[in-house]
């Protein structure tokens, strides 16, 4: 993987077309968790100290190449300038005469957000025409969105093909970061998935069982590895459907030498409530009208040993139900562990997908993993073994 990065680039005065992921949390016109904001403040920093014009794309939602005024990128151009403390000018359109009078009248270093680039049909479509359109705003390309990376639309993917196109540091840091992770990772790897479904990560289980040495299972999708072998769950979760599709991929994993680590033991409870009555029971005492919420202790114990046995973590779901208290003693358990490890400098550790991040954060140790990506799909089709085209298209 080799790309050109910020280091590579001629700025000084130059209009720099700079795709970010501004996809942030919103509620009632207020930005209510800045973190992707402030992952690409170092990048537009550093093009704006350069002497470029920071001209800068982003999507909001889902608008389906519509105007849509809820998905205005307008509220967020106030709350990424006040965490970057200059001015960030705004425009009504991405293309056309608004953009280029307002690029036109940039000064270098100056920043200005271009509304949503979705409200454009030729987006998502990654349509030439649109793409030229774009462009004429520009002279070079810096795409700092991983997490739009899985994307093949026209600010993500064309652009790169029209002008000099970088990779930014936020970029730039999350492919050094995944490459260290599972490309040439220090073995041996672990990984931890967890998760409701197995249905939503079969490619990943697939692709991971064939490149790491430990794989942990937990969260809901646990229960249809652990029906497959015939142990009763009871009412919890399970895609019962998919007990063929575990029993392969378990195959696969013992072909391969990956040790798949499953739960040994159930902490269940009759409601899916915050609070609710609970007991820990091994897996052969699993109640008809219980569910399996978390894991129990012991495999908690489990999954604290094979962490302390890898030099490399990749982790991507909860492995219980985290979001409701006090199922969320596993996930919180591991990950601090992890963290301490990292900390001691034996564990590079990468974590990434939405509930993940979440699960981090509720820990209180998001800050303490090697890396913590902010993407969701990107880096799951990351970890599927997929082509990224926005990656792709900077190589
Ligand atoms: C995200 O929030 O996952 C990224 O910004 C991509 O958004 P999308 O799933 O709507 O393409
Ligand atoms: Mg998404």
Redesign the pocket.
């Given at each position: 993987m080799t790309f050109k990065t910020l280091d590579d680039a001629d700025l000084k005065g130059k209009r720099v077309l700079t795709r970010v992921?501004l996809?942030v949390p919103m509620d009632a016109g207020m930005v209510t968790d800045h973190t992707r904001i402030d992952r690409v403040l170092p990048t537009i920093r550093e093009i704006s100290e350069k002497g470029g014009k920071v001209i800068l794309m982003a999507?909001f939602?889902?608008p389906k190449g519509k105007a849509v005024p809820e998905m205005s990128l307008r509220p967020v151009a106030l709350a990424l300038s006040e965490r970057i403390g200059t001015p960030v000018g705004f425009v009504e359109d991405c293309i056309g005469p608004a953009a280029k009078s307002a690029v036109d009248g940039m000064s270098d270093g100056e920043i200005l957000l271009l509304e949503n680039t979705r409200f454009h049909s030729g987006e998502e479509k990654n349509d030439p025409e649109f793409v030229a359109a774009l462009a004429e705003n520009g002279d070079v390309f810096v795409n700092d969105?991983f997490?739009?990376a899985?994307?093949a639309h026209a600010s993500t993917e064309g652009l790169a093909h029209r002008m000099p196109a970088f990779a930014g540091r936020t970029m730039q840091a999350e492919l050094e970061a995944l490459q260290l992770a599972l490309s040439t990772p220090e073995r041996p790897v672990l990984a931890v998935v967890g998760g409701a479904k197995v249905s939503s990560k079969i490619d990943l289980l697939e692709n991971l069982v064939a490149r790491v040495d430990m794989l942990v299972i937990g969260g809901g999708m646990a229960n249809t590895f652990l029906a497959a072998e015939g142990v009763n769950v009871g009412k919890s979760l399970c895609e019962h459907d998919l007990k063929d599709t575990a029993r392969a991929i378990k195959a696969a994993a013992e072909k391969s030498g990956c040790e798949i680590v499953l739960p040994v033991d159930a902490v269940i409870a009759r409601e899916f409530k915050a609070g609710a009555a609970n007991e820990t029971v091994p897996l052969d005492a699993i109640p008809q009208d219980a569910m399996i919420l978390d894991v129990g202790p012991a495999s908690i114990e489990r999954v604290a040993a094979k962490i302390d046995t890898a030099k490399t973590l990749v982790w991507n779901g909860p492995l219980g139900a985290f979001e409701i208290e006090p199922f969320d003693k596993a996930t919180v358990a591991a990950a601090r562990h992890a963290a301490e490890r990292t900390k001691a400098g034996e564990l590079k550790s990468v974590a990434g997908g939405?509930d993940t991040v979440s699960a981090l954060n509720h820990a209180g140790v998001a800050d303490d993993f090697s890396y913590v990506s902010t993407?969701?799909?990107?880096f799951l089709e990351w970890l599927e073994g997929k082509e990224l085209p926005g990656v792709t298209a900077l190589e």
């Open positions: 992921d996809n999507h939602g889902r969105a997490s739009a899985h994307r939405g993407a969701g799909g990107a």
